[in-house]
């Protein structure tokens, strides 16, 4: 990806808004359970680091192609500016690697090559845990973020990822909003009661866990 393609992205279409730390709680204490305390852990996308920064692991790695990923994470966090297609950790590395909203952002050759480099740094046994606007119900907003590059379903996305030998977990076609930015309360413990129910107004984004035989 060129960096020059991305310049004023985080204050076009992805600004720092101050709800949006605050709304993530909830959301990483569900995706705990998929993530064990004592794991190694690698936040790919990790942008502000809304999640690196919330979640318990025993090493959390923060790994984003732009330099904010250094300001946002936390003490503690390592942070690496680096390609998703090209990463610089050895193989077998990460218990458990964690993606937000970025593969979308990808053209087709690099989303397949940043699945093979999840597959590579992930332990035997390893879970990547993805997060994925769902294009079959999120359809007639996608495009309107001028990055995104192609199309991903609760089939198609899964499908690829079986393509590189995962081994699929869990699929939640419809998991959250597509972004923080509908118009939906803004209240962390509206958002665990969202997590909880079953019935998922305007849920327009996916949970897949997969995992590294």
Known sequence: MANKFYENYFDVRFPNYAYRDTMWVPVVEYLQRYVP?????????????NFVNHIVAKEKHASDFAE?????AAPGVIAHVEDCTKLTHADNTFDVVFESNMFEHLDYA?????AQEVFRVLKPGG?????????????????DDYTHRQPFSHVSFPNMLMNYGFEIQEVQPKFLPATFK???PRIPFLVKL???????????????????P
């Open 37 to 49: 305390k004592d794991s190694v852990l690698l936040d790919l996308g990790a942008g502000f680091c």
């Open 68 to 72: 904010v990923v250094k300001e946002y």
């Open 110 to 114: 690099e989303s397949h090559k940043a």
């Open 127 to 143: 879970a990547f845990i993805a997060m994925q606007p769902n294009f079959r119900y999120f359809y007639k907003y996608y495009f």
């Open 182 to 184: 509908q118009r939906l």
């Open 194 to 212: 969202y997590l909880m129910s079953p019935w998922r107004p305007r849920a327009g984004q996916m949970l897949v866990v997969a995992r590294k």
